[in-house]
């Protein structure tokens, strides 16, 4: 008896799993080739060269299929099981990348770096020089270095000195941290919207093109994303939780405080979400004593962290409108430049922060990574149009105020971001990209018929934005 009524239960819990179903993944797909076809037969003999459509495709076809695979048949797991299986593939494909672009970065540059690695060599100078001068001396070893670049260079030199200054040593870190940070997506998403949800956002970021890619570089984007993931979550078990200990509180504030030493915007935009959702938080469990707590602890490490020269860094960051107008100037003067970037402005990026970048399905011989990567910025535009339809279903139940701390974070780092000059480098995305997907997977566990009809006119509207955007950068640069 108990055997049957197990097995019923088990039948009934599995009919109620909600997936990325097949049809948005082959619909995803056809547009994908659909698009890439058009672009071929509008810029004739500026189309992707071979080599960066075969990794656009294997990009799309893998993580789509993929992601209604996994979504579908990992849906039933117990959930230890499936954390397993979660870090364990999430593991084995970011060491898989990391092995082949060490090889592949040589064959193709001469070194183990990727094209136009500018920041790369700088970061691996800078570990190299914390090992001659010690870790006593980090000022005479970083010297010029701002603090917010200062944090992934004492990591690297942590790792040279145990293990030597072997450059795919760090990137097997890049592919363990990568793997955590896909668990810590997974609890995030899973304390805010619920088991399934929680499942399809870990799947989604076990698979996403960009996290994986990030983990073969010599980056601050995988160990960066980790110590604001680590924090978000620490963040949001303490505004959950009914109790506070000294622990958890000094934890949450050290994470908060590492920010500001990888990017000034990343540690502004975390403490605008805590506050934002001590503030307006609805949740009763968390009193006005608890509150108080918190935000004076938090306060008074974050003021112990903040030097003069971040104080410094964020004085120019309030700069931005006239930043971003000089850049935009410098980008359509300089060799090779895009002659329209200079009609680029805060008013044009906003409309698209959620969407945007999109993918170079040409070719544009100086963006060897962008043609790479043409693939994951494809998935991005589709993607995004789940995280729209999860605000807006948040909207209509008014449960933004639920979710505040991840909502808060994410458009205040979009909006900073639309008014730097890097408002569509999908480089300074990655922080806000985890949150993205802990939206989308709440989307998808959202998708019913009535919401589904919008799906074939947002892939339509996609379309014609990356054709258009193809078309901006070869007309900007003469070549159409």
Known sequence: MNKYSGETTFKVRISKIKYFSNYYSQTSIIAFFVVLLLCFIVFGGN??????????IIE????????????KKWGILPAQSFRRKLFSLAFFLRLLWV???????????GQPFAFNAADSLVYHDAGNSILYHGFLNLDSALWGMGTSDRGFPFFLGLIYYVFGDYVIIPRIFNALIGAWSAILIYQIARRNFGEQAGRIAGILAMLLPNFIYYCGL?????LMVFLLLAFMERADYLLRGNKITFFNLLLTGLLGASLFFFRTVLGLSAIFALFSALLLSKRMAVNWM?????????????????????????NFLLQGQDQQEVNMQFRAAREHGNTLSSYGSTMVFVPFMFVAPFPTFVNIEIQKQQMLLSGAYFVRNIYAFFVILALVFL??????????????????YLFILAKSSFAISERFHMPVVPFLLILAAFGITQINPRNKKYFLPYIALIIILIIGWNWFK????GAV
């Open 99 to 109: 092995v082949f672009a060490y090889f592949f970065f040589i064959y193709q540059t």
């Open 290 to 314: 608890n509150r108080i707590m918190i935000s004076f602890w938090f306060l008074l490490v974050i003021w112990f962290f903040l030097s003069a020269r971040i104080q410094g860094e964020i």
């Open 218 to 222: 010599h980056l601050k984007e995988p």
């Open 395 to 412: 909207y209509r139940r008014k449960m933004l105020r639920q979710h505040i701390l991840i909502l808060a974070f994410t458009f205040s």
């Open 474 to 477: 070869l007309a900007g640069r």
């Open 60 to 71: 799309v076809l893998c993580f789509f299929f993929f992601t209604y695979l996994f979504t």
């Open 47 to 56: 189309a992707l060269p071979w080599m960066w459509m075969l990794f656009a």
